[in-house]
């Protein structure tokens, strides 16, 4: 997969339930992830019925891979349907915030790609709306919840193999493939900044991995160093945070993939505890293997190489459609999903700018 814009992971899922229990449709289809958000989801036991966007082009195009969702004619044929539990979105950015507000107000669940918000005011409201509704607000931070090698290293670190997590190295290099991105990703009001988006996927990981619950911004920096064509693009980010319980994070993310990558974005993280350290290489073991999920492991016992390509699965989405259905908090806490939202924002907000 050259390009991260279509990037749609599937792997083994345990089902939540049987066909017709659980029913999905998708709203704003502006970013390949909702191929990957809605196949997960329907690999747990879930059924897309339904899909609406504004171009009827893309629509026509994801019903070729999901052939039983119908095509209606607008947004509210969607959200007035009873029948529908959840919506799935990956809409432009900053209109991800208020459909979920809609979709909510409608009696439904939601179901977002990220970054979920790109505006802390839109983010309040998301956590006035919960509290008002009920309903789940969930976010596809797909970097970990769509990633094996991700949620094996969170397995390895709950069976204590390298101790207290006391800090996390992120890198989210993606390749940018300018000509095939849409006119909105190259505008800030509309994708957020680097930060606000791709950064999402990183401070919700060190959260995870460190057993954290919120986080300081220490520093953020952000620039366009290559590309003077787009003005208002960011291609390069970097963060550093400071968690409640004193483990630290650095991560950076850029626009930087050279074309002889064998794929969209060597990620990696590592991830460093009081008894060993882990390294993830999610998407490609450069100069070795083109497979991904790797997953290194040093600790007292020795170091350890783990490929867990298809052999870890993806929970969350089995989890997410138990909760949904069972109204319980299992997959990620609401606290979580929308906490990793902040602080990419406020990383975004306060970054220096030279």
């Known amino acids: 997969m050259s390009s991260g814009m279509n990037y749609a992971p599937e792997a083994f899922i345990d089902k939540a339930c049987e066909i017709g229990e659980f029913q999905i449709a998708a709203i704003g289809l502006e970013h390949g992830h909702i191929y990957g958000m809605c196949k997960n989801l329907e690999n747990a036991g879930g059924k897309v019925i339904k899909v609406w966007d504004k171009d009827p082009a893309k629509a026509g ?56 918000f790109t505006t ?3 983010l309040e409201e998301a956590k006035k709306k919960v509290v008002q509704t009920g309903k789940i607000w969930a976010v596809c931070y797909s970097e970990r919840i769509g ?24 890198l989210g290099p993606h390749r940018l ?31 995870y991995y460190a057993g954290a619950k919120n986080a300081e911004v220490v520093h953020s920096f952000v620039k366009n160093f290559h590309h003077p064509a787009f003005p208002e693009l960011e291609d390069f980010g970097e963060t550093n ?31 460093l505890g009081t008894e060993g350290y ?27 190489h783990f490929s ?24 990620m806490s609401q606290a979580h ?6 602080l990419s924002l406020l990383a975004q907000q306060n970054a220096e700018r030279i």
């Open 241 to 271: 945070l400071i968690a409640d319980n004193g483990a630290t994070n650095y991560f950076r993310v850029d626009w930087f993939t050279p074309d002889g990558l064998g794929t969209w974005g060597d990620g990696r993280t590592i991830i």
């Open 177 to 207: 493939d300018a000509s095939k991105r849409p006119d909105w990703f190259f505008k800030k009001t509309n994708y957020g900044g680097i930060l606000c988006d791709i950064g999402s996927h990183q401070v919700e990981q060190f959260l």
């Open 120 to 122: 802390l005011a839109q």
């Open 61 to 116: 195009k994801f019903r070729e891979e999901f052939k039983d969702a119908a095509l209606v004619s607008g947004e509210e044929e969607i959200l007035q349907d009873p029948t529908i539990q959840m919506v799935a979105s990956a809409d432009v950015p900053s209109e991800r915030g208020p459909l979920g507000i809609r979709v909510l107000d409608s009696g439904k669940d939601f179901f977002s790609d990220k970054a979920p």
């Open 337 to 342: 999903t929308f906490k990793a939202a902040e």
């Open 147 to 170: 990633s094996e090698s991700g949620i094996f290293a969170g397995q390895l670190i709950q069976q204590d193999a390298i101790g207290k997590v006391i800090q996390v190295i992120g």
């Open 278 to 304: 882990i390294e993830i290489r999610k998407y490609i073991d450069i100069a070795k293997s083109q497979d991904g999920d790797q997953v290194y492991l040093v600790n007292s016992e020795g170091e350890k």
């Open 308 to 331: 867990v390509k298809g052999k870890v699965g993806f929970p969350y989405f089995t989890a997410l459609i138990l909760d949904c259905l069972n109204r319980t908090e299992n997959a």
